[in-house]
């Protein structure tokens, strides 16, 4: 028998098995060129050509029992030095091989550092809409996320009612910027209220509020929009980065965290953080991808191929009377559902052999989300049954 | 401030970076080549040259959208197809994608396994001496460790301290074989006789007992030595496996969970693996290397370089007056310390520039663990220090 807390995971796996499945079924019948499939984040989108040249560099030239073996479980020392460099040239920063952690993706990261930070019962806050994982991911380690209501006006964080549920068991905020599901970057102007408040409210409180920036989207922004870096506006931020969308690489999970030496408890952090990777058994990011990374940091996909399906996707469904903000960064659109249930409405669209995600997943119903990176053409033969289905509501 | 879990956790691993630290220390003064780590299991060895073949076939062959990317978080389907019938092969089993599911490594594997089964308070039993690690993998679940003591005759399991340790509390219980620190395999009568405690307890407590093959060194073994594959003696086994040790990649986190259709609540036990490989923040093993592992599933690092070892090591020792029973399998020798306390022992041995692991940490005091997955010359050099060392007591 499963242990308890996994059968509800379970049931909710099956709904999610149940669309994949409706998927697979429609492209079936239908032909898979037919069934247009806006539902996940996999970037059809290859990575650049510097990362095949770095493995097969990597694989003639460097040792070979040290490519694809153990490691400190924080990961290559030259390879964290390669990222701390690279990210102090960026943003002005003055961080080391020690404020670095390699780790599994950006989800490893998080996982490392709930279990880093978390005893039973700490809240962590989180802005709806937010990526409905954080819930597991906090639930892992008998965290409780604490939620704040979305602003549909502009989806900024609700810094009022953000203020008000800071308690003295806050343990951790989540800001996910370019956001997913909005497509939405946090204002240099949000992110100086925001941190301010968690001054006043440390201070207050007595207690320690670690920031939890996630940003698997870092790279992804359109029209030259800039994305703060936290660290240089509160001390307590630790940073959780991925290769995922910037070089294509969902699959192979490897990012990291960076913890600057202003945090709180920071040996004790960096120390943990770094048994965390161990005993949740990462071990260690994949060895020869951390070394990829090292030679790829000033790479990144070719953000045309997303803004051409942004400006496609946004221009066109807003001309068929969708109501929905542009998105500044990341590759996703988030469209007011032309019904009140973003559930039903989901289930409509298939009938345009059309996959979306209800707002619902994240915290956020009335809303659905549309991933746009896919290729353009998916969403060109995709727009007539966008146009067909808000008028059949009409 | 770190979670209060952390806090042992963190002050036991500053032990291992002292003994690390040490190491370092001791090669800045007599040169690297002169301090002999045996200490860790980091194969020094080279993958076998197919796998580099099969990574640049792969990039210049498959597509890599698909090879970087995203797919089920139990796997790529062909690649669990592959590796069943390579098994099924094998053994002469009957599995089927179905049930396989890939891991970040064994210890990943491990950690699915228990998010899967443990509720809290949940016991799983080990067998001293064991991997240390399994204390922290259970702790994750808030499972209890149960360690039956060990049997130093041959250090096969004590079984009968085993029966009377199996509760209405036992969820699992994990088998390493061939062992790590012992190297031994455990006999085919060994296994039949605990599978068979196992069946009658299941009875008679109306449970279920699940069995944890946990075989990193399934492929390392001397002298033609089979090791029993477990399903066929037990319907509730769960198998994990990696390529770690077997294609000397253990930095790359690559490795399946087998769970057979015979499973107690097999349905629910799959589904429960694939969403904890997710909420874990795994989300899947690295994408390039479940494609490389399937095209190398014939293929092992050259025994005979740790076969070569073993001899030297082995005999050298015993000449010496050392006691320890020969490996079948694995790459450790462990050897009765020359003094009771193994801890001095080991800082003993760092006189010597030799780095050796206490039993205590395999709970199993009185023991060092040596692993000789070292160059030969490392062995050859370490040897007059190994042999001065246990003169310098008698």
């Known amino acids: 028998?499963?242990?308890?807390?996994?059968?509800?995971?379970?049931?909710?796996?099956?709904?999610?098995?149940?669309?994949?499945?409706?998927?697979?079924?429609?492209?079936?019948?239908?032909?898979?060129?037919?069934?247009?499939?806006?539902?996940?984040?996999?970037?059809?989108?290859?990575?650049?050509?510097?990362?095949?040249?770095?493995?097969?560099?990597?694989?003639?030239?460097?040792?070979?029992?040290?490519?694809?073996?153990?490691?400190?479980?924080?990961?290559?020392?030259?390879?964290?030095?390669?990222?701390?460099?690279?990210?102090?040239?960026?943003?002005?920063?003055?961080?080391?091989?020690?404020?670095?952690?390699?780790?599994?993706?950006?989800?490893?990261?998080?996982?490392?550092?709930?279990k880093t930070l978390l005893n039973p019962e700490d809240e962590v806050v989180v802005f709806a809409p937010y990526f409905g994982e954080y819930r597991s991911y906090a639930a892992n380690y008998d965290g409780k996320l604490v939620v704040v209501s979305p602003n549909t006006i502009d989806f900024q964080p609700n810094l009022d009612e953000f203020k008000s549920k800071i308690t003295d068991k806050t343990k951790?905020?989540?800001?996910?910027?370019?956001?997913?599901?909005?497509?939405?970057?946090?204002?240099?102007?949000?992110?100086?209220?925001?941190?301010?408040?968690?001054?006043?409210?440390?201070?207050?409180?007595?207690?320690?509020?670690?920031?939890?920036?996630?940003?698997?989207y870092r790279e992804l922004v359109y029209d030259n929009i800039q994305v703060p870096y936290l660290t240089k506006y509160y001390d307590n931020t630790i940073v959780g980065y991925s290769y995922s969308k910037s070089l294509s690489l969902p699959g192979e999970r490897i990012g990291y965290l960076v913890i600057p030496n202003e945090v709180s408890d920071f040996e004790n952090v960096v120390s943990a953080a770094n048994v965390a990777t161990r005993i949740l058994g990462y071990v260690n990011a994949p060895s020869l991808f951390q070394r990829v990374i090292a030679r790829c940091l000033d790479d990144k996909v070719?953000?045309?191929?997303?803004?051409?399906?942004?400006?496609?996707?946004?221009?066109?469904?807003?001309?068929?009377?969708?109501?929905?903000?542009?998105?500044e960064g990341a590759f996703y659109l988030f469209v007011k559902s032309p019904i009140e249930n973003d559930i039903e409405f989901c289930n409509m669209a298939k009938k345009y052999n059309i996959l979306i995600v209800p707002g619902t997943s994240f915290a956020c119903p009335g809303y659905i989300r549309i991933a746009y990176c896919v290729a353009y053409s998916t969403i060109e033969n995709a727009l007539p049954g966008f146009k067909s289905l808000i008028e059949s509501i009409k």
Chains 1, 2 share one sequence.
């Open 302 to 327: 070719n953000i045309d191929f997303y803004n051409k399906n942004r400006e496609l996707l946004y221009s066109e469904l807003t001309s068929y009377g969708y109501n929905c903000i542009k998105p």
């Open 172 to 216: 951790a905020v989540i800001i996910n910027s370019p956001n997913n599901p909005t497509g939405v970057v946090y204002s240099e102007e949000t992110i100086i209220k925001l941190t301010n408040i968690l001054k006043e409210k440390q201070k207050e409180l007595g207690t320690d509020i670690y920031l939890i920036s996630d940003e698997p």
């Open 1 to 114: 028998m499963i242990s308890k807390k996994m059968v509800d995971y379970v049931k909710g796996s099956s709904l999610i098995r149940a669309m994949f499945e409706e998927g697979k079924r429609l492209a079936s019948i239908y032909g898979a060129e037919n069934v247009y499939d806006f539902s996940l984040g996999n970037p059809n989108l290859e990575p650049p050509s510097t990362v095949k040249e770095a493995i097969v560099d990597i694989l003639n030239n460097e040792p070979n029992t040290m490519v694809h073996g153990y490691m400190s479980n924080s990961g290559y020392e030259d390879v964290r030095e390669t990222i701390a460099n690279s990210i102090n040239k960026k943003f002005n920063t003055s961080f080391t091989e020690k404020n670095i952690v390699m780790t599994v993706g950006a989800a490893g990261g998080l996982n490392v550092t709930f």
